[in-house]
């Protein structure tokens, strides 16, 4: 793109890779010269905690604000009952209001890492959708608002032609979602003055949507712009591990698993992560993401401690890597390693050590925990394990011990 923004917002945005598509690249850019613009992104409450998928738009909010405007972080109280079909094969299971205040309290917790709230001009401000969607009068809504979306036109969307073209079911529920968005971002303009709204790619439609909409209703010039879907450099969706999501919130994910993900970041993602996920100046990226053989582990480091920095503190981030080369450069066992703690009436008589490998998060199942023991990728205390029946009981247990997966998967197993 040859195109050169007067705003630093946008300038960040393009510099450091966060930009896919904007609806009106100098509309926008003139708005962010003028003034302070309101901007939001949606968050649905599907889970007690967003998950590194999620931190790409977090990190746009947080980059907003550092360039002088104010982010909205939008909750999903209301839309998270219809649930987001956009690329999706089937339908998301519905979730009732207790679930989803309680998810909602859970992702909370989060924003505060990355932003600052308060009631200033470029403070942070969050609200949830649930305030004007629980309280819509059907057939007003459907008068004043159904009349100005066209059928044909959200058939042509693609998170919704590529359903019906797969043959996918696609209830009425769930086609009602991008009019319920298109809402939001029209209340917000009328609410807050919002002029943005931010997105992944899957959510062009929605967006752009809600832009013809508040136009129609308002006759209010507003904008839309998009981040690029992440996949790693193998292929893999962002935000995934070999033990499952990689959750944002402490009590679902330790910051020592947090700081570990980031330090096995591929050698080819190291230098876009730098960029997307930390605050280093963007030659500082390109130039660390270009080391090459051993030089490249010291890169990681470094990622893994600033992105961990962020959202658990910068001390959580110098104990993990503390314990990270007790682990693995001096054999030790660590001081933060994610930890099994067993009662006495959990041990019993004893417990298999499939069982141990299983509780304590290294495999997914008794099987797949068979699978590493028979291909010598298990070990006990550094040792490697052979015999899948092994038990372990409370003599075993007097001092911690460490059981691994692989290299660079570890945990600690305690009697309490």
């Not at 303009?189 to 967006?207: A, E, F, P, S, V």
């Not at 394990?385 to 290299?407: C, Q, R, W």
Request: aromatic share 8%; with cysteine.
């Amino acid at each position: 793109m040859t195109y050169h923004p007067k705003s630093e917002f946008i300038d960040v945005m393009m510099q450091r890779g966060f930009l896919a598509d904007c609806t009106d690249y100098q509309g926008l850019d003139d708005a962010l010269s003028r003034g302070v613009v309101p901007a939001y992104i949606g968050f649905d409450a599907t889970a007690t905690s967003l998950h590194v998928g999620s931190l790409i738009q977090i990190m746009m909010l947080r980059w907003l604000q550092k360039t002088g405007h104010k982010p909205i972080t939008l909750m999903g109280g209301g839309t998270t009952k219809v649930g987001d079909p956009s690329f999706r094969a089937d339908e998301r299971p519905l979730l009732d209001a207790a679930q989803i205040d309680a998810n909602i309290a859970g992702i909370k917790k989060v924003f505060a890492s990355y932003l600052t709230y308060g009631d200033g001009a470029t403070d942070a401000t969050m609200v949830n959708n649930a305030e004007w969607l629980d309280g819509l009068n059907y057939l007003d809504f459907l008068r004043d608002i159904g009349r100005h979306f066209s059928i044909n036109r959200m058939l042509s969307f693609e998170s919704v032609k590529s359903r019906l073209d797969r043959e996918q079911s696609l209830s009425f529920l769930e086609f009602n979602y991008m009019i319920l968005q298109a809402y939001d971002f029209l209340e917000l303009n009328r609410r807050y003055g919002c002029l943005l709204q931010m997105g992944g790619t899957d959510q062009w439609g929605n967006i752009v949507n809600g832009i013809d909409l508040t136009r129609r209703v308002l006759d209010q010039e507003i904008y839309g712009l998009t981040s690029p879907l992440l996949t790693t450099s193998d292929g893999k969706k962002m935000g995934k591990s070999q033990s499952g999501a990689v959750w944002l919130n402490a009590d679902m994910c330790s910051a020592y698993e947090f700081w570990q993900f980031w330090r096995n970041t591929t050698d080819a993602d190291t230098g876009r992560f730098l960029k997307l996920y930390t605050e280093l100046p963007v030659e500082e990226c390109d130039r660390l993401g270009a080391l090459e053989g051993s030089e490249i582990n010291e890169a990681k480091i470094i990622l893994a401690n600033e992105v961990t920095g962020l959202l658990h503190g910068v001390e959580a981030a110098k104990a993990a890597e503390t314990t990270a080369r007790e682990v693995f450069e001096k054999g030790g066992i660590g001081d933060d390693l994610p930890t099994l703690s067993l009662s006495p009436a959990d041990l019993g008589d004893g417990m298999s050590i499939v069982q141990l490998i299983v509780k304590s998060g290294l495999a997914n199942s008794g099987k797949e925990a068979k699978r590493l023991i028979a291909e010598n990728g298990a070990k006990l205390n550094d040792e490697a394990l052979s015999d899948a029946g092994m038990m372990v009981d409370a003599a075993m247990l007097a001092e911690p011990i460490k059981l691994s997966a692989g290299k660079k998967r570890h945990a600690l197993v305690r009697l309490d």
